[in-house]
């Protein structure tokens, strides 16, 4: 069994410490890789899981095995990857060096490339593609709250990994085609830019018919390069990818009665790209609209408001001032 010996989580952030909170909470030994803020946060606070159907776990540091150091690799039995891609190469060595050879490696990762990259640096190890469709927002203190609803996709294989690491309030199911789920994820998450230009709330943004026709223009985009590219997007909700542009053009009473009935998000919801914008990181730009950019090129395909969006990202990245609160006028250049 991968979930006999401890489970790993290499990153923890956002998404490491909500994961690794829970599997914690449910009883799982967990070994999380820290930056020294990250381990200093916990060790003062705790960690305090909090949900948006008001649910909460409570953890002490000692319930977990925190570290700088990745030699804590040592005798576990999966690795949770939870890094930004950028950091997915480097991270990956240091799973090879630490882990054992027959540890499961799960990218829990957004974007296209990050299993190809935990593959090719840990060869004849199981790497696993995974998928988070929920939001988590790191709000200081130790706590982490998850602001939207939706279950951890994980490859399907033979040890049956996801149905090991799923716990009551974590599911995670198992998915015989990632590859379609995660190109249904970067659909999903070309919102994580226009959350970060706004400076908005998901969820409101999402009340927003303009806003939503800026998304729904942004993901037509993508869909074209996919089909160019004989990808098919796989949905990790009721809507078919191909509906979804449709979908947000609808009045709002309508688009809201569609959207209340498939997933819920509660009003802290905002992206990953925000909190990075918002703490001054580098985002993932590069490996969501980017990667659409990328295969656009590949099948003679123009993405013109993708390639705006980058633009304005790099241009936020460098201007360190966060969020520049962009209308979708602005963003579209008009
Ligand atoms: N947040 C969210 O709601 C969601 C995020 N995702 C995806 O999950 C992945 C992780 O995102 P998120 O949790 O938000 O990211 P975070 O930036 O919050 O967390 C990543 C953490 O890993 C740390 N880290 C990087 N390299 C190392 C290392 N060598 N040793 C120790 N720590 C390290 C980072 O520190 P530092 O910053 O100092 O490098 C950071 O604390 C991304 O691909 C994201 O797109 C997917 C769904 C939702
Ligand atoms: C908000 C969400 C869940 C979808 O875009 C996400 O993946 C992120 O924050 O990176």
């Known amino acids: ?16 410490c909500f994961v690794g909170g829970m599997l914690a909470a449910r009883g799982h030994r967990v070994s999380l890789l820290v930056r020294p803020r990250v381990k200093t946060e916990i060790e003062r606070f705790g960690l305090r899981l909090t949900d948006f159907d008001g649910s909460e776990q409570r953890l ?30 480097e991270v990956a060595d240091l799973i090879a060096k630490h882990a054992p050879q027959d540890a499961v490696t799960v990218s829990l990762q957004n974007g296209i490339g990050n299993v190809g990259v935990l593959r090719e640096h840990l060869p004849g190890r199981t790497v696993l593609a995974g998928m988070v469709p929920f939001n988590v927002i790191a709000m200081g203190e130790g706590r982490f709250h998850r602001s939207t609803s939706g279950d951890i996709h994980i490859e399907a294989d033979k040890a049956g990994t996801a149905a090991q690491l799923s716990v009551p309030g974590l599911a995670m199911r198992a998915s015989q085609d990632m590859v379609g789920v995660q190109y249904g994820k970067l659909l ?23 806003w939503r026709r800026l998304f729904a223009d942004q993901m037509a985009e993508g869909l074209a390069v996919l089909t160019a590219a004989g990808i098919k997007p796989v949905s990790s909700t009721p809507i078919p990818p191909g509906w979804t542009p449709f979908l947000l053009k609808l009045p709002d009473p309508i688009f809201n ?43 003679g395909v123009d993405v013109p408001l993708s390639r705006r969006i980058v633009a304005l990202i790099r241009q936020a990245e460098e201007a360190g001032q966060g969020p520049p609160r962009l209308t979708p006028q602005q963003i579209r250049g008009g």
């Open 1 to 16: 069994m991968v979930t006999d010996r401890p489970i790993a989580v290499a990153g923890a952030g956002a998404i490491g």
């Open 60 to 89: 002490s540091a000692g319930q977990l095995a925190l570290s700088e150091d990745a030699s804590i690799f040592h005798s576990v039995g999966a690795v949770l990857v939870t890094v930004k891609s950028a950091d997915t190469a």
């Open 188 to 210: 999903i998450n070309l919102n994580n830019a226009m959350t970060a230009l706004s400076d908005m709330p998901l969820r409101a943004q999402l009340a927003s018919r303009e």
């Open 257 to 299: 009665a569609i959207l209340g009935r498939t997933m819920k998000i509660d009003p802290e919801a905002r992206s990953s790209m925000w909190q990075d914008l918002k703490h001054g990181r580098k985002t993932e730009i590069d490996y969501l609209q980017g990667a659409i950019i990328a295969l656009a090129e590949r099948h």
